[in-house]
């Protein structure tokens, strides 16, 4: 008889090991990144559900459940057959769990946890407030500014602890239970099904999150130690390039270009009235608040100020405040670039609608579609003068723009950067990294069935967890990569500026991939108040 | 049985009739068109509205002369303008009073009256409109332009041959040529030192070359007589006697030799299948 034998090395669940046919996934199920790549060709789709591929009589599933359970079922078997069983437990866990016992039994255990409790009802409903406050539907102030979005993200997860830990500790109540179960009955076998995978992605969430939080205030620690040393050389290098970079040298580009600039003959008139318009935003905006950032007493004051908060909340907070520090200066930047466009893309709209009138055409708007149509001479002589000014004056307003579109994406390249460093520092897979490192069967990322020797009559196959790959931990930055991409490095950028179209992105759609650990909304506080004192009062 | 119904040479309808078929008259028409072929080529072409119509072109290019020796008397000579402007737009006046009714006379009095205004208003941007670029690139793009509006006279009649062979008005009569006119004249008002001179030129750009030639037959003797002294003087003034030899040797040839050449082209060297094309060319749909 010829016969296979499938070796494993039981999942120890307890260290929270398992197998699993699909990869965990670190974020909410709702909020499950599909792959986009899907395949899609025909042919493809036809081998994959072809009888002999596929698989029908799921029986894998309940196999791998029961593989699961292995440790589980040992238990059980040698409570009932404990004479068949040798070997014992150790006295230091016996004792460890009797202390356990007699502690939760205490009156000081009760204290402590509600304390603990009404500590953590309180936190979780001011967190909740400042949550609704801050996305007030007649005006989300969150999307203005990134101190706030920051205050926003710590909000939510500070709203969500309670969740995630209900969530776990349901979990951790049912596996308790499990011993229980001793027959193979059909409640029994359901609950069995659905064990690990369902809790534990919670778990990492969870440890994560308050990883990558105490990791944010180390970084913050570290960094504002380096600028407490260094505060009075900071304090004159900022100073002098804020004058310079936001200031100075832009003064001097809109001055070379009302002078012909690489010898491109501008019209003088136009050309020189942009550039004294653009002169006037800048001293008005200067005077009106960079002259108070830029004086050095006050720059001094707000570098101390940004010492304190990184050490007391994190680096996050610190590079969010640099962030709005920074939109702030180049506000003058952000009114030159969209001025310049709509002027543009006014012009360019003119221009077009006139150019077909200069071909005896007009736009049908009702069927959507260039017309042929015969024009009186008066509106030929208008719109050909116009139309002729319109086209001579082009150069002018194009230098201005392409230039002004330049020093914004400049801009936006720093603010990328910023925003960058402050969602690595906020939603780094940290804790699913390090597990991965220290036991990679505890983050299971589907099996495979290896051949490991021949013996007569016999194939032996060793089942083993392929642990999570780690591009799929980094999903999430990968798709907010290929987004940024392709709103401000693609041909659809380009076109966005040739059109004269704004480029300009709702800064909290684009991270909202990043928040892939919370749900969308707040859970209502007096829903976790129930449910906690519930947990609490049946221990 | 339900008689079929009969072909109709339209793609976008659904009809009971294979993709390849091919409809009987078709290749009646073909058999008949290829013994036409054979015999000599009736001569249907009328030679004398040939020459007609490349004396009123040769007429066109004259009247758009008058742009450049308007633009030479004001920029070069330095003549003051006004009085000119004055007696051309007497003369526009009297001529559309004599001709049109009272109410179209008011419409007229109106659109006049914008095109007035609109030339008045322009006419100080436009004169800083290329102050900065160099007048060879305006000289070239007039050029270009001047050029591009005489290929377009040509390619766009105000009348076409239906069908039938009969002359209609052409529903797609298109303002491009006018339009490419005035931006010209527009190109050159831009060279111009005051507004007077621009407003001037403009308007008398536009009374010559687009409203006269509207209500006068300007291939008519007594008109033509004028146009051709006036243009013949100016660039023997302007040019020498030279130029002005070239240019009559040059409009005697168009007028004289290229009908020939043309009727010759007609006659012998023109496709002979036209005719199935016509008939039998792609249809546009009509949506409306």
Request: hydrophobic share 40%; glycine share 0%; proline share 0%.
């Given at each position: 008889m010829f016969c296979n034998v499938l070796e494993f090395e039981a999942p120890k669940l307890n260290l929270m090991q398992f197998f699993s046919l699909d990869p965990i996934s670190l974020a909410l199920p709702e909020k499950e990144l599909h792959n986009s790549k899907k395949v899609t060709l025909d042919n493809v789709k036809k081998i994959m559900y072809h009888k002999s591929y596929f698989n029908f009589s799921g029986n894998l599933p309940q196999s791998i459940n029961l593989l699961n359970l292995y440790y589980t079922h040992l238990n059980a078997f040698s409570e009932k057959y404990s004479h068949l069983i040798i070997g014992e437990n150790r006295l230091s866990e016996k004792l460890f769990s009797i202390l356990l016992k007699c502690y939760q039994h205490s009156f000081l255990s009760r204290v402590t946890s509600r304390l603990l409790f009404y500590l953590l009802m309180s936190l979780c409903f001011i967190a909740q407030n400042i949550y609704l406050l801050l996305h007030w539907s007649y005006f989300p102030i969150v999307t203005i500014s990134a101190t706030l979005q920051q205050i926003d993200l710590r909000c939510q997860q500070i709203a969500y602890f309670p969740v995630q830990y209900l969530k776990i500790n349901k979990n951790v109540t049912i596996r308790k239970a499990l011993p229980r179960f001793r027959s193979y009955s059909e409640a029994s076998a359901s609950l069995r099904s659905e064990l690990p995978c369902k809790f534990y992605p919670d778990y990492i969430r969870l440890y994560n999150t308050i990883w990558l939080i105490v990791n944010d205030v180390s970084f913050g620690l570290i960094i504002g130690a380096i600028l407490h040393d260094q505060h009075d050389q900071l304090v004159n290098i900022v100073a002098s390039s804020i004058q310079f970079c936001c200031y100075d040298s832009i003064k001097k580009i809109t001055i070379f270009l009302s002078n012909n600039p690489f010898g491109i003959k501008l019209n003088e008139e136009l050309a020189s009235f942009l550039s004294e318009l653009f002169l006037w935003i800048i001293e008005f905006t200067f005077n009106g608040f960079a002259k108070y950032f830029v004086d050095k007493s006050n720059l001094s004051w707000f570098l101390s100020l940004l010492t304190q908060i990184m050490c007391l909340s994190g680096a996050s907070f610190g590079l969010s405040l640099i962030m709005d520090f920074f939109s702030i200066l180049s506000l003058h930047l952000y009114l030159f670039y969209h001025i310049s466009g709509k002027l543009y893309h006014w012009q360019l709209n003119c221009m077009i609608s006139l150019f077909y009138l200069f071909c005896g055409k007009k736009r049908n708007v009702l069927r959507d579609r260039i017309d042929h149509h015969f024009f009186e001479l008066d509106q030929l002589l208008m719109g050909t003068l116009l139309f002729l000014i319109l086209v001579f004056l082009m150069p002018t307003v194009l230098a201005f723009y392409i230039c002004y579109t330049i020093l914004r994406l400049m801009a936006m390249c720093v603010e990328i950067f910023l925003e960058s460093i402050i969602g690595l520092i906020n939603h780094f897979p940290l804790f699913a990294l390090l597990l991965r490192i220290k036991d990679p069967k505890r983050l299971p990322g589907g099996i495979s069935i290896n051949w490991n020797r021949t013996e007569p009559g016999l194939t032996i196959f060793t089942l083993e967890n392929n642990p999570l790959k780690i591009s799929r931990m980094f999903r999430p930055y990968s798709i907010l990569m290929s987004k940024i991409r392709y709103n401000y490095f693609s041909s659809y950028t380009a076109r966005q500026i040739l059109k004269g179209l704004p480029l300009t992105l709702n800064r909290t759609k684009l991270y909202h991939v990043l928040y892939f650990s919370l749900p969308d909304g707040p859970i209502k506080a007096r829903d976790i108040y129930a449910k906690l004192s519930d947990a609490l009062a049946n221990p | 049985m339900k008689e079929k119904e009969p072909w109709k040479r339209l793609l976008w309808i659904r009809q009971d009739y294979p993709d390849n078929y091919t409809d009987p008259n078709f290749l009646l028409y073909a058999e008949k068109l290829k013994e036409k072929s054979k015999r000599p080529p009736d001569f249907d072409y009328d030679y004398s509205q040939i020459r007609a119509d490349f004396l009123e072109l040769y007429h066109m290019v004259l009247n758009t002369c008058f742009i450049y020796i308007t633009f030479t008397y004001i920029n070069y000579y330095e003549y003051n303008p006004i009085p000119v402007t004055c007696i051309v737009t007497f003369f526009v006046i009297l001529i559309s009073n004599h001709k049109s009714e009272e109410l179209a006379s008011l419409l007229n009095f109106k659109s006049s009256m914008i095109m007035a205004f609109t030339i008045l208003t322009l006419s100080p941007v436009l004169k800083s409109l290329s102050k900065t670029t160099a007048s060879d690139s305006i000289w070239t793009l007039s050029f270009c332009l001047n050029m591009f509006y005489i290929y377009s006279l040509s390619s766009s009649p105000s009348s076409v041959m239906d069908g039938r062979g009969e002359l209609i008005q052409n529903e797609k009569q298109s303002n491009l040529s006018t339009n490419i006119l005035l931006a010209n004249a527009a190109v050159l008002a831009?060279?111009?030192?005051?507004t007077t001179q621009v407003f001037c030129f403009l308007l008398i750009s536009v009374q010559v070359n687009i409203i006269i030639p509207n209500l006068l037959n300007i291939s008519n003797f007594k008109i033509s007589l004028l146009t051709n002294l006036i243009v013949y003087s100016s660039i023997t003034m302007r040019l020498g006697y030279k130029a002005a030899f070239i240019f009559l040797l040059i409009s005697l040839a168009s007028i004289i030799i290229l009908p020939r050449l043309f009727y010759y082209w007609q006659v012998h060297c023109k496709r002979k299948d036209y005719e199935v094309l016509s008939l039998w060319d792609t249809k546009v749909p009509i949506l409306n």
């Open positions: - | 831009s060279r111009l030192i005051s």
